[in-house]
């Protein structure tokens, strides 16, 4: 069993930073890939990011691409979401999950675990 904590959402001005982080606890933790998904009121949750068990393999949605870096401290059990260049379009509540698969993927129902989310609103 895996639980997440999600941490780090506020409002912040367009063009700002923020790094969530997501700390789990369970004994699987280094062996699971995990990912970041957002969502806005009234559509569905979107991939954003995910980072492999080693941390060596990566995925990014087209949204995040050169703006969010993703990254993990196995020995902290914990996950980060760098965000930069931050866009009102970017206001949603972000989601970590975990999947018990080795690789990242974009397909929610691959991962097992879930957060329950923490808001970042940003201002335009």
């Not at 780090?8 to 700002?16: H, P």
């Not at 969010?68 to 970590?96: G, H, W």
């Amino acid at each position: 069993q895996v639980q997440l904590v999600e941490s780090g959402g506020r409002l912040v001005q367009a063009g700002g930073s923020l790094r969530l982080s997501c700390a789990a606890s369970g004994r699987t933790f280094s062996l699971s890939a995990m990912g970041w998904f957002r969502q806005t009121p009234g559509k569905e949750r979107e991939f954003v990011v995910g980072i492999s068990w080693s941390g060596g393999g990566k995925a990014y949605a087209d949204s995040a691409k050169g703006r969010f870096t993703i990254s993990r401290d196995n020995a902290k059990n914990t996950v980060y979401l760098q965000m930069n260049s931050l866009k009102p379009e970017d206001t949603a509540v972000y989601y970590c999950a975990a999947s018990k698969k080795v690789l990242p993927t974009p397909q929610e129902d691959m991962y097992d675990y879930w957060g329950q989310g923490t808001q970042v609103t940003v201002s335009s």
